[in-house]
């Protein structure tokens, strides 16, 4: 299987500077940027999530830090448990509910909840197949959501919840796809699988064959949809997922191998096809989020801005970065705040309003 790349706690109080205004007639770089408000683990950040002024971050060594002040304070949430998981996702419901996904081989992979802003935490699920690999959670309510894992059996995992992830079932095989040859999905960023309005759900996959996964029922079954995104070696293809303000459907990918390399890495769903949009092609991408108009789209070395719902595209890097490491791993955000990790620790804001 293709390698993934990717008790108590500790209050940390950070330097929180003051957060730019984002100007929807302006966007130039010297008039923004990125305000930055480190953790203090050099974990490799992989999970982000917002809820208000609730901002959560997850990663490797069982990572998660909360701040419940919209960036200016971050507490060590980490869970404490014997099992070694590299937390890619998170799904938050409020201020102080979310379930975490832990993506590895076998026991690894694990699903942790808490309802109390990460002071205590509870096993919900353990992966008990050894060929199993969490990628990605979703959820359209607290309690209803999907968990994609890697393909056993020749199909992807794709498994509902209708309880806030008490139990789990495994959609039928034969409702999904048969895979192409060499076709994968990376747990990346916590967003290789997404939910929409009216039961919609997407889920990318890459390698050879980069495709889109559609269903229209709440994930009960699944069409597969071509994307024209770099997919010329095992590494490439589609990463990540997003919606912007209109409920329109991105996906974004790469190459990790090749993260600076020029090819399409951007593709929106329109006119019933999936185009590649023009973002200048600056790389691999595999988070994207947006607030109203205002879309971020990101990978390890840089980032980009649009200001019209993800038409039009120009450079947002964090400036105060070495020049490979100008971008993050993941990206979420609110109704306000652009929350974006990476790695070594790395986590930065952006106000949108």
Not at 22 to 27: E, K, M, R, V
Not at 75 to 80: G, L
Not at 189 to 208: D, F, K, P, R, V
Not at 264 to 281: E, F, G, L, R
Request: glycine letters at 10%.
């Amino acid at each position: 299987m293709l390698t993934k790349f990717i008790k108590g706690f500790t209050q940390i109080k950070l330097p929180f500077l003051l957060l730019a205004s984002l100007s929807y007639t302006a966007l130039a770089a010297e008039e923004t940027s990125w305000q930055r408000v480190d953790i203090s683990k050099k974990a490799s950040l992989r999970g982000s999530a917002v809820s208000e002024n609730s901002l959560w971050v997850s990663g490797s060594e069982n990572t998660v830090f909360v701040s419940q002040d919209g960036g200016k304070t971050w507490f060590d949430r980490s869970v404490p448990f014997e099992q070694i998981t590299d937390f890619r996702d998170i799904a938050l419901f409020d201020e102080n509910t979310a379930i975490v996904m832990g993506a590895g081989e076998g026991e690894k992979s694990v699903l942790y909840k808490t309802n109390d802003a990460g002071k205590t935490w509870q096993l919900l699920k353990q992966n008990s197949d050894a060929k199993g690999f969490y990628d990605s959670i979703a959820f359209w309510d607290e309690q209803n959501g999907l968990l994609l894992g890697d393909p056993v059996d020749g199909f992807y995992v794709v498994k509902k919840t209708q309880d806030g992830g008490k139990n789990w079932q495994r959609i039928a095989k034969l409702k999904l796809p048969a895979l192409f040859a060499k076709e994968t999905a990376f747990a990346a960023s916590g967003n290789t699988i997404i939910t929409g309005e009216n039961g919609q759900a997407w889920l990318a996959t890459g390698g050879y064959s980069a495709s889109v996964y559609y269903s229209a029922d709440f994930g009960e079954s699944w069409e597969r949809q071509t994307v024209l995104l770099f997919q010329e070696t095992e590494t490439a293809g589609s990463y990540a997922l997003a919606l912007n303000s209109k409920q329109q459907a991105f996906v974004l990918g790469g190459d990790y191998k090749e993260r600076t390399g020029e090819y399409p890495n951007i593709a929106t769903y329109s006119d019933y096809i999936w185009q590649t949009v023009d973002a200048k092609q600056r790389g691999l991408r595999t988070a994207m989020s947006c607030i109203d108009a205002i879309c971020i789209a990101t990978g390890k070395t840089s980032s980009d801005i649009s200001d019209d719902h993800g038409v039009t595209w120009q450079a947002f890097d964090d400036a105060t970065d070495v020049e490979d490491n100008r971008g993050f791993y993941t990206l979420a955000s609110g109704e306000s705040i652009f929350l974006a990790a990476g790695s070594d620790g790395k986590v930065a804001i952006y106000q949108a309003k």
